[in-house]
C-alpha cells in the first residue's frame, strides 16, 4: 500500500534527485555565488584549534591521516564484501544476511572515522582544498555516497534478498562499488594536488 504519490520507491526518486540537483549546481555557474559566500568559513577553520594543530604540529596532522586511511580501508573493505556478497563473488558459504549486516555495522563506524578525521584534516589545509576543484567533486562524491548508501542501498537490501530481482542487486553492487571508489580516488587526487 504506497504512502506517497512516488509509491515505494520514495526514498530512491528523493534520493536520485537530490544527486541530480547537486551534480547539476555543481557543474553549473550556480556555484559560483555559493563558492564566494563560504570562503570565510574555510578562512576560519584554519584559525581554529584544529587547524592550528594541522598546520604547525607535522605529526599530529600525520597521525590523523592515518586514522583517516584506515578509516577508509575499513570502510572500503566493508563495501567491497557486503557488496561482492551481492555479486555472488565473496562469502558465498555465508548467508547474505549475515554478511551485508555485520559489514554495515562496522560501515557506520568508519564512516564516523571518515567525517571526524576528514574535518580535522580540512582545518589544517582549509585555504588549500578551498582552490582545489578537486575537493569539491570529492564532496559531491562523499555526499552521493552517503546519500546512495542509506536511503538506496540500505533500503533495498533489509528487504528478503530472496524477493529482489538478483539484477536489481548485482547493479546496486556495482554502483556502490564504483561511489566508494570515486570518493577513495579523488580523496587520493587531493593529496596529489599540491
Same mark, same amino acid.
Given at each position: ?45 584554519? &584559525? &581554529? ?67 571526524? &578525521? ?77
Amino acid at each position: 500500500m504506497p504512502t506517497s504519490i512516488l509509491g515505494p520507491y520514495f526514498r530512491t526518486i528523493v534520493t536520485v534527485a537530490v544527486i541530480a540537483a547537486a551534480l547539476v549546481f555543481s557543474f553549473t555557474y550556480a556555484r559560483d555565488g555559493v563558492y564566494v559566500e563560504i570562503q570565510p568559513l574555510f578562512e576560519w577553520m584554519e &584559525t &581554529t584549534w584544529f587547524g592550528y594543530v594541522g598546520k604547525t604540529w607535522g605529526a599530529a596532522f600525520a597521525t590523523i591521516q592515518a586514522g583517516h586511511l584506515i578509516g577508509l580501508a575499513v570502510l572500503g573493505g566493508c563495501v567491497l564484501v557486503s557488496d561482492g556478497r551481492l555479486l555472488g563473488i565473496v562469502l558465498t558459504d555465508v548467508p547474505h544476511r549475515i554478511v551485508v549486516d555485520r559489514a554495515d555495522a562496522v560501515f557506520f563506524w568508519a564512516l564516523a572515522t571518515l567525517l571526524l &578525521t576528514g574535518v580535522f584534516m580540512a582545518c589544517g589545509v582549509a585555504m588549500k582544498i578551498y582552490y582545489l576543484p578537486v575537493y569539491w567533486y570529492k564532496m559531491l562524491g562523499l555526499a552521493c555516497g552517503i546519500l546512495f548508501h542509506y536511503y538506496v542501498r540500505r533500503p533495498l537490501v533489509a528487504h528478503e534478498l530472496g524477493s529482489i530481482n538478483p539484477i536489481v542487486l548485482k547493479m546496486t553492487a556495482i554502483a556502490s562499488i564504483l561511489v566508494w571508489f570515486l570518493v577513495a580516488a579523488t580523496g587520493r587526487w587531493i593529496g596529489f594536488s599540491g
